[in-house]
């Protein structure tokens, strides 16, 4: 079965750390593109990093220098390193399969979401 | 940055309702444009990709249409499962944005 499942999440204070992880099932994450989103209480869906098959990656204006995706092939798992953490910050955080190519450019498979809260 | 604009924020809908759903991209994306449905509590769900294209297990009373700058999501007739938020997203160049969501509630 193609599944995501999340990890790491839970309370920090303002300035802290925190790594998320995303432990990949029935395929391979160094082959995909893989994204975290992420979801603040109430509101909607921000894009928020992405690592593609060939090693590059992208950061949302809002946690860039701050946050780091990364991957390890041997664990099949994808991860998301969050430095410097802001209030702001505090919100469920997903990682998604960017499947691509083909005309098909989606978010496919979803994890069921780790919540991070960020709070003295 | 591209911004993702959706209309309406919310809406009240009957079963057996046909109802649409638009985003409006602030510049040109092609057809680079999905949509997803997410339930409280739970995780976004992809529906629709490349603007038009079902994706495999989604009912076929839903369909996007659409390209450039101004798309449409329609579902044919509402069903019980359908009251949902719905997300479009751009896919045409990073930052990947989210229109802000439409909240598709029961009348």
């Known amino acids: 079965e193609v599944q995501l499942v999340e990890s790491g999440g839970g309370l920090v204070q303002p300035g802290g750390s925190l790594r998320l992880s995303c432990a990949a099932s029935?395929?391979?994450?160094?082959?995909?593109?893989m994204s975290w989103v992420r979801q603040a209480p109430g509101k909607g869906l921000e894009w928020v990093s992405v690592i593609y098959s060939g090693g590059s990656t992208y950061y949302a204006d809002s946690v860039m220098g701050r946050f780091t995706i990364s991957r390890d092939n041997s664990k099949n798992t994808l991860y998301l390193q969050m430095n410097s953490l802001r209030a702001e910050d505090t919100a469920v955080y997903y990682c998604?399969?960017?499947?691509?190519?083909?005309?098909?450019?989606?978010?496919?498979?979803w994890g069921q979401g780790t919540m991070v809260t960020v709070s003295s | 940055d591209i911004q993702m604009t959706q209309s309406p924020s919310s809406l009240s809908a009957s079963v057996g309702d046909r109802v649409t759903i638009t985003c409006r991209a602030s510049q040109s994306i092609s057809s680079y444009l999905n949509w997803y449905q997410q339930k409280p509590g739970k995780a976004p769900n992809l529906l629709i990709y490349a603007a038009s294209s079902l994706q495999s297990g989604v009912p076929s009373r839903f369909s996007g249409s659409g390209s450039g700058t101004d798309f449409t999501l329609t579902i044919s007739s509402l069903q019980p499962e359908d009251f949902a938020t719905y997300y479009c997203q751009q896919s045409a160049i990073t930052p990947y944005s989210f229109g802000q969501g439409t909240k598709l509630e029961i009348k």
């Open positions: 998604a399969r960017w499947s691509a190519g083909g005309g098909y450019d989606a978010f496919d498979i």
């Open positions: 029935g395929f391979t994450v160094s082959s995909n593109y």
